[in-house]
């Protein structure tokens, strides 16, 4: 589906999708950006919005990789930052896979 977004609608969809750090990140690895991708529908899941609800934006929703670890990180911008904090949801756990096929993403959000 990501794949198939790229070839259709270009730098378009990847700007409107993806901060500049995740397109650094994934480098053009189309499993790395469908992996984020399921990501950012798994976050606004949780935090009962959907993707434009409440202000969300996908670039709201930020997968990075620690420099370290390698491991996904999540981070949270504008409004889906604020909504987090509206429901007190204070820690934010998130694991990724991928294979040529498909992409998956789980997250779990902790209450304060």
């Known amino acids: 589906r ?3 977004a790229i070839e259709r609608h270009g730098e378009r969809f990847l700007h409107r999708v993806y901060t500049s750090g995740e ?3 994934c480098r053009d690895k189309v499993e790395s950006l469908a992996a984020r991708f399921a990501a950012k529908e798994a976050v606004a899941k949780a935090l009962g919005t ?5 202000g969300i934006e996908w670039t709201d929703i ?4 620690h420099v370290e ?3 996904p ?3 949270l911008h504008r409004a889906a930052a604020d909504h987090s904090r509206v429901l007190q949801l204070a820690e934010w756990s998130i694991s990724l896979s991928h294979d040529r096929e498909r992409a998956i993403a789980f997250v779990v959000a ?3």
């Open 73 to 75: 990180t999540l981070h």
């Open 110 to 112: 902790l209450s304060s």
């Open 2 to 4: 990501v794949q198939q």
């Open 23 to 25: 397109l650094h990140d």
């Open 50 to 54: 959907g993707i434009w609800r409440h």
């Open 69 to 71: 670890s390698g491991a």
């Open 62 to 65: 930020e997968v990075r990789r």
